[in-house]
């Protein structure tokens, strides 16, 4: 078997000049080329800054404090930020949660898709507006032409996020990493927006990291599935194994809070909710980050995190042999 | 007390306190440190500071002591700042009070005319307020408010709109309170800290201005300001330019202790409205 | 990339015409009852030093403004002489006011718009500068500068500047626009000029300078959090294009109409700056006005300057929709 396209091999980020604060706590990921790699969790427990960490743009104040992160057979140099200017737009597009804050108001859609073209390829103006249109075209906005006079103002929000994966697109990347990219939607913009995610998939062969906390979306997109908790991968499997035999209490929670179309029978209890909420960076529980809130927490849990053995990081997690 | 305590964690503002303390100090004590007329001529023309003991910072072409002028014009700068910022304060908070809590063509024809005086070059309104009524101190004080007040006015109809909307003053008109009530002693005290902190700034500009009338010459012929001591020293810039370079400087550290103090209050009063800053 | 356009509705043109147009009438209408607060008889009082030596400029004054009939017939005269640019006569001067006002205004307007270019170019620097160094050592020195020039009286800067420039160094004439020697015309004429713009303009900068600064620097701090800065990053580009480009672009809009807002501040300065650097525009002349207390050309400089902040904020509110493509037209 080849190299993955991305592997992320315990990454570290923490808050500068804090070594307390430790916001990811060792998270391994890797997608192979074409591969579509959901994570999901909460809100809060890490995603983004994992995304973030990939494109070296975590936000003022945090810095990563460990890990390897490889990019197609040679090592991502995320904290040189030059060197990675030529990774972001051009190898790795990224898709951002806000598409009504996403594009700058003052320039017109044409102008901002056909930027990064010109910071990549050196092409004429004319021919990156060509292929700008050929883009919207491909993200199904309608009357291309147009819309790249347009200033994003004029635009809906499906609109815009299509504007987005547009730009993301640009350049033909190998990785496309799309956070939370249809959350801000209402739901039918959400279905089509993920179709549209998907088709291009088939058309380009990208691999896609996409980072959500809707379960119903990853069983639509995902090969594999990555559930964080608190700054670290808890789970991991196939889509089909983690939804037919999920063995971390705190994914069990989840799909336990997720509704599926046509699973609901009458009889069924009703969504339930993981109890409580992600604890605040400064008011970690000692042990597994979980305990506070799982039903199955016993004494050796407050004592030791439990280290990721077999797809699972949890002392009590029943093995997958075992689920019927 | 928590606030006084938060303030003085600033250094700056803790400079800009100390700088208006002496500014104060200095015109407080002006008759008592010289008692005489700082128009008297105490020495010889044109000594340098520190050349002669008994006029420390020096005198100007005619013999007058610069450290006597200096704290007489402490006196008109803080008269005229604080008597004008008050005056423009007053007449700004009621015409956007009014403005901002009736809305509709209250607020059109208030500000239309606030609007005009904001046009109007401020400077050269004043200038053209001396010119027709004379220069006193009193005309001098009305000038600046008059050109001051707009901006207050604005600042206030601003804050009158937004509260307005809120639920305590509904509450108040449900229980029939009256408007003037509603205005000056519900919403008022909200916006006050604003008020405040707008006022010190307007002080510091008032002052410069007041500075500027006197320095061009059409400051009261009566008193002795900072202004006027700048603008008699023009002819001596060349051979005595300390007569220039000495209330100038107290002129900027007055308007910069205020401009200071203004950020420490807007921090200690303003807590919501704290820009991010170092 | 190339620049917005777009065309504006005539309903918002005619508005703020109309707009204008009534502002406009309103100054007059201060300034007429300005002219009534004058203590004595208004014709002395208009006249100034020029008038008690003629009885028959009095008359003259009398006649042209029509004291000798009631209120508001004299308001009528008083709006009509500003509507006709009829403001009546210099005897000192030996011009109409008008012109006398025409021919001052370039000089005025060259000093203004050189010192506008100037706060706006070194604001923008050190606001931009200030943010990317948000908090560091550049971001406290230029705070520091911006706080320095906000609280020092310009026209004691100008003299500073004279006493360092013209009699230290002596790299800059002390006054004056041009040299009595100096060429009319040519490339050495325009140089001649440009040597005694220099200390003015700069003068007359700081103040707006520092205002400027605070503005770009806490407008770039508020954009360069926003989302598409972000999203630009992820496109690749540089962070100076980020900056410069991006950033800038939205940090500067409402500095458009800040900048004209300040016209009427920079008319203002103009009478101190253009006096300690004799500079010859109409800030000096009202100056000379205001020495002779010719009321009527100092209220004519008075009630001209606020039209000419009028049709520059006009101006302001027609461009401003056309360089913001997210600016709604009502
Ligand atoms: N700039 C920042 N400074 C400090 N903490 C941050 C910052 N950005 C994110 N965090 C913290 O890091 C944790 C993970 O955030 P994030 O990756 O955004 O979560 P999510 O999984 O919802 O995308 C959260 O607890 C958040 O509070
Ligand atoms: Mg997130």
């Known amino acids: 078997m080849s190299a993955p396209l991305l592997s992320i091999a315990d990454l570290k980020v923490r808050i500068r000049g804090n070594p307390q604060a430790r916001l990811l706590r060792g998270v391994s990921l890797s997608i192979d080329r074409g591969e579509t790699l959901a994570v999901v969790g909460e809100s809060g427990c890490g995603k983004s800054l994992t995304s973030l960490a990939v494109m070296g743009l975590l936000p003022d104040g945090l810095e990563k404090s460990g890990g390897v992160i490889r990019f197609d057979g040679a090592d991502l140099p995320v904290t040189d930020n030059e060197a990675m200017r030529k990774v972001r737009g051009r190898r790795i597009g990224m898709v951002f949660q806000e598409p009504m804050a996403a594009l700058n108001p003052v320039f017109s859609i044409g102008d901002q898709v056909a930027e990064v073209i010109h910071e990549h390829e050196a092409v004429s103006h004319a021919a990156a507006m060509a292929r700008v249109v050929d883009l919207l075209t491909q993200v199904q906005l309608p009357e291309p032409a147009r819309i790249i006079h347009e200033y994003p103002h004029r635009l809906s929000g499906g609109q815009r996020q299509r504007v987005v994966i547009a730009m993301a697109l640009a350049c033909r990347p190998d990785l496309l990493i799309a956070d939370e990219p249809t959350t801000a939607l209402d739901v039918t913009v959400q279905a089509q927006i993920m179709r549209l995610l998907h088709d291009l998939q088939d058309d380009m062969g990208i691999a896609i990291l996409l980072i959500t906390h809707n379960l119903g979306l990853v069983a639509q997109m995902a090969d594999r599935v990555a559930v964080m908790y608190a700054g670290r991968k808890v789970e991991e499997a196939t889509t089909r194994m983690l939804f037919a035999a999920p063995q971390h209490p705190y994914t069990r929670g989840l799909l336990a809070a997720t509704p599926r179309p046509g699973r609901r029978r009458p009889g069924e209890p009703p969504l339930t909710e993981i109890p409580g909420v992600v604890p605040a960076i400064t008011e970690m529980p000692s042990g597994c980050r979980f305990r506070p809130r799982c039903m199955l927490a016993s004494d050796i849990c407050a004592l030791e995190d439990p280290p990721f053995v077999d797809g699972v990081a949890c002392h009590r997690a029943v093995s997958r042999e075992l689920v019927p | 007390m928590r606030s006084i305590s938060f303030i003085l964690r600033h250094w700056t503002t803790a400079l800009g306190i100390l700088l208006l303390a002496a500014v104060i100090l200095m015109a407080l004590t002006a008759h008592l440190v010289f008692p005489g007329d700082p128009y008297d001529m105490v020495g010889a023309p044109l000594t340098w500071p520190g050349e002669s003991a008994d006029t420390l910072l020096g005198t100007d072409s005619l013999g007058r002591d610069m450290a006597a002028g200096l704290f007489y014009g402490a006196r008109v700068s803080l008269l005229v700042g604080f008597a004008s910022a008050l005056v423009a304060a007053i007449v700004g908070v009621l015409v956007g009070a009014f403005a901002g809590y009736y809305g509709g063509w209250t607020d059109d024809v208030l500000m239309r005319i606030t609007e005009l005086f904001q046009t109007t070059p401020q400077f050269m309104l004043a200038l053209a307020v001396v010119a027709v009524l004379g220069p006193s101190v009193t005309v001098i004080i009305l000038s600046l408010s008059a050109v001051s007040w707009p901006a207050v006015a604005r600042l206030v109809r601003g804050e009158f709109m937004v509260m307005r909307e809120r639920a305590f003053v509904h509450g108040c008109v449900v229980a029939g309170m009256s408007d003037l009530r509603i205005i000056f002693a519900q919403i008022l005290p909200n916006v006050l800290p604003v008020i405040i902190v707008m006022s010190t700034i307007l002080v510091a500009t008032a002052i410069l201005m007041e500075s500027a009338l006197s320095f061009l010459g059409f400051g009261d012929p009566n008193v002795l300001t900072w202004g006027t001591m700048i603008g008699m020293g023009r002819g001596q810039l060349r051979d005595a330019w300390y007569i220039i370079a000495i209330p100038g400087v107290a002129l900027l550290l007055t308007a910069l202790a205020l401009n200071l103090v203004g950020e420490g209050l807007n921090d200690a009063l303003n807590p919501r409205l704290k820009q991010r800053k170092g | ?330």
Do not use: C
């Not at chain 3, 989302?227 to 939205?250: C, F, M, P, T």
């Open chain 3, 1 to 330: 990339m190339s620049a917005p356009r777009r065309n504006l509705p005539f309903r918002f043109i005619g508005k703020r015409i109309l707009q204008a147009v009534l502002t406009i009438l309103g100054i007059a209408i201060i300034n007429f009852f300005l002219l009534q607060l004058a203590p004595g008889d208004a014709a002395e009082a208009l006249a100034g030093e020029a008038g008690t030596a003629d009885a028959g400029y009095l008359a003259n004054l009398r006649r042209e403004f029509g004291l000798d009939r009631p209120l508001w017939e004299q308001l009528a005269t008083f709006l009509m002489r500003i509507a006709t640019f009829n403001l009546g006569y210099s005897f000192r001067y030996g011009e109409t006011i008008s012109t006398l006002i025409l021919s001052r205004l370039p000089a005025t307007l060259l000093l203004m718009a050189t010192s506008i270019v100037i706060a706006l170019v070194i604001g923008i620097l050190f606001g931009v500068t200030a943010a990317r160094y948000f908090n560091r050592l550049p971001d406290r020195l230029i705070s520091l500068v911006a706080l320095l020039f906000y609280a020092t009286p310009p026209f004691w800067i100008g003299l500073m500047m004279i006493l360092v420039f013209s009699v230290w160094l002596g790299w800059a004439p002390t006054g004056g626009m041009r040299d009595i020697t100096a060429p009319d015309g040519g490339i050495a004429g325009v140089f001649d000029i440009a040597r005694h713009l220099a200390l003015p303009a700069l003068t007359q900068a700081f103040f707006y300078l520092a205002i400027y600064t605070r503005l770009v620097r806490a407008g770039m701090l508020e954009v360069l959090s926003l989302d598409y800065i972000r999203v630009a990053r992820a496109k690749g580009i540089s962070e100076q294009r980020v900056a410069y480009r991006h950033a800038l672009r939205n940090a500067v809009l409402p500095l458009v109409t800040v900048v004209g807002t300040n016209i009427g501040g920079f008319l203002g300065g103009a009478v101190l700056t253009e006096t300690v650097f004799s500079w010859p525009g109409i800030g000096r002349l009202m100056f000379d006005a205001m020495l002779q207390r010719d009321l009527n050309l100092l209220l004519s400089i008075l009630v001209l300057s606020s039209v000419f902040v009028v049709i520059a904020n006009l101006a302001v509110d027609l461009i401003y929709p056309v360089i913001n493509p997210t600016v709604e037209l009502r």
